[in-house]
């Protein structure tokens, strides 16, 4: 459905992207995951057609995205920092999003109010951040997207209005097939509806995983010792990160787990635990492994 190839952009001298490639299936939940200034909401303008590519192309269903009105028409796209028209009430931009999407459903807008709960006469620029929030998945909601571009989505949602927001995109998605791409800082929710997950730093993509293989290839051991561990335990993986703390060793590894598992019990440890690894630590640990300072994501 979306498919990016070697996509660069530069800002003067600074590269924000470079040489970025990944594809998004229909029906799926793709989780763009990085630090700070790694560049995801640039990869995201990308993906909607605001920037155009220095190099490289952006499609959606084989079409370019840029200057491309009937493929925009496909695709709702949520910013972190919402932008209405300031004289217009909740009503007034829904006629103005039903004039623009040819998919636009009345009938889905119509019941939605009751989700919402927002008097659809109030002018949008003076409701409150996480109103114009609901506004947005209100009327983005309702015109029938093929593709959702989200950007920090939930962000000044409170918790019930959270999941109930998940709840009706996650319906789409299985009901409609509907395409989704999320950017947000919070792993721990989007390790609860992606299926998929890319991490960016520094411009470049890392990896693009499903998100059951990504953590299928790295484990969290908890090993205790009577007398000091030995210093290596795991010959045929990649150590990212190594707790001690007397006789007790925290490791997260890469590797094939069983063959990890062999050599953990080779070592001769009385209390052996393979604790299982949150998005998150894998985010942080596959970040940190190639020079990302650990401390910085934590802090």
């Known amino acids: 459905m979306i498919e990016v190839r070697n996509l660069t952009k530069r800002f003067g001298r600074h590269e924000a992207?470079?040489?970025?490639?990944?594809?998004?299936?229909?029906?799926?939940?793709?989780?763009?995951?990085?630090?700070?200034?790694?560049g995801k909401t640039t990869l995201i303008k990308h993906l909607v057609g605001?920037?155009?590519?220095?190099?490289?192309?952006?499609?959606?269903?084989?079409?370019?995205?840029?200057?491309?009105?009937?493929?925009?028409?496909?695709?709702?796209?949520?910013?972190?920092?919402?932008?209405?028209?300031?004289?217009?009430?909740?009503?007034?931009?829904?006629?103005?999003?039903?004039?623009?999407?040819?998919?636009?459903?009345?009938?889905?807008?119509?019941?939605?109010?009751?989700?919402?709960?927002?008097?659809p006469s109030r002018r949008i620029t003076r409701l409150s951040r996480g109103m114009q929030k609901q506004v947005a998945f209100?009327?983005?909601?309702?015109?029938?997207?093929?593709i959702m571009i989200l950007d920090e989505p939930v962000d000044g949602l409170d918790p019930v209005m959270r999941k109930k927001v998940w709840s009706l995109v996650l319906q789409d998605v299985a009901e409609r097939e509907t395409?989704?791409?999320?950017?947000?800082?919070?792993?721990?929710?989007?390790?609860?509806?992606?299926d998929h997950v890319g991490i960016l730093h520094n411009g470049s993509l890392l990896?693009?995983?499903?998100?059951?293989?990504?953590?299928s290839d790295i484990h969290k051991f908890q090993l205790a010792f009577t007398s000091e561990p030995p210093a290596e335990i795991f010959a045929s993986g990649?150590?990212?990160?190594?707790?001690?703390?007397?006789?007790?060793?925290?490791?997260?590894?890469?590797?094939?787990?069983?063959?990890?598992?062999?050599?953990?019990?080779?070592?001769?440890?009385?209390?052996?635990d393979v604790?299982?690894?949150?998005l998150e630590e894998v985010f942080i640990y596959e970040v940190g492994v190639r020079g990302y300072d650990i401390q910085r994501v934590l802090i």
């Open 17 to 38: 992207l470079a040489d970025v490639s990944l594809e998004v299936a229909r029906g799926s939940v793709y989780g763009l995951l990085g630090p700070n200034g790694a």
């Open 50 to 119: 605001v920037y155009r590519q220095d190099a490289g192309t952006v499609t959606v269903a084989g079409a370019p995205v840029y200057e491309n009105p009937e493929v925009k028409a496909l695709m709702v796209y949520i910013p972190d920092e919402l932008y209405f028209f300031s004289p217009y009430s909740i009503e007034e931009a829904a006629r103005f999003y039903a004039g623009f999407y040819p998919t636009w459903s009345w009938k889905r807008y119509e019941t939605l109010k009751r989700v919402f709960a927002i008097d």
């Open 138 to 146: 209100w009327l983005g909601i309702s015109a029938m997207p093929r």
């Open 179 to 194: 395409t989704v791409v999320v950017s947000s800082h919070n792993l721990r929710e989007l390790e609860d509806v992606c």
């Open 207 to 215: 990896l693009e995983r499903n998100l059951d293989e990504l953590r």
């Open 238 to 272: 990649t150590i990212l990160h190594r707790e001690q703390n007397g006789s007790v060793l925290h490791i997260v590894v890469k590797g094939d787990r069983e063959q990890l598992l062999a050599e953990a019990r080779q070592s001769g440890p009385v209390i052996l």
């Open 275 to 278: 604790l299982p690894l949150t």
